[in-house]
């Protein structure tokens, strides 16, 4: 295993860990506002490192041009994307949960 | 979108030609660059695709020749890094609080007005503010350059009504103090 390899695990490892680090927060927080935070935060982050991984992995070529595109739109849609699905839920009216409520 | 002159639309329609045909050959490199099939043929295929988006498509990428458009472009770069170091944070602090046996959660939303007009500012800001530490977005009203913004818990809130750094960096950018 060459030293080029190592970090490009080490890159894909820590994308994969907040990848799953946002599906325990989907699974673990008490609301859906909430929830939001998990994914889009984790998600985007962890999306991120793991396309990181693979440039680093593929090694310089025209390749990485097409991932780093990748990597700008979904700086751009994810925001985006979380922003439409939490004024959707606020909009239509639903309650955002307090400290101290029970879990919905 | 309405254009002044018709110099203005060639403008608009030059530059957007330019950039969709530098998009196609940084996505279809290998095709123009290998030589066995370097030809003419794959080439104007790309010269007739970025002119059919130029076409359709053309007062979307410049929209307004709005002034000091470079210096705004320039000022955007060190925030961009600063933004990018600020989405590592907060998905560590995310992370942590999933993570943590406890859930050191308390949500909550805030309301707080901005010195921003202009459409690329609000948007950039209130993109910013979603993938920062424990903040989404939740509306905003462009007339006032109000937000409503969900925190995760009080410490991000504080940042965004205290602090006030990210609302003071894009005003920077944007020039809109």
Redesign the interface.
Known sequence: MQGIDIIATVFMAGGAF?MI??A??LL????F??R???T???D???EVLIIVGCMIYQGWS?IT??LI?LMLFI??A???G??AI??AA??SGLK????GEARR | MVFKSKGEKAFSMIVTFCAMFLFWVLLSAWIVYIPQHYDLIEISKGIICALIVTLISHELLVSSRGEKVLLKTLRMIPYLFWELWQIVLATFDVAYRVIHPKMPIDPRIIEFETTLRSDFALTTLANSITLTPGTITILVKPETGKFWVHALAEKPADALLVDKTMQRKVAHVYMEE
């Open positions: 907040f680090t946002g325990a927060g673990r927080f008490p609301d506002y909430t939001l935070h998990a889009g935060k984790c985007t982050l962890g025209f041009i097409k595109f700086f751009i994810n925001p985006v979380t922003h939490m004024k606020y909009v955002p949960w307090k400290k």
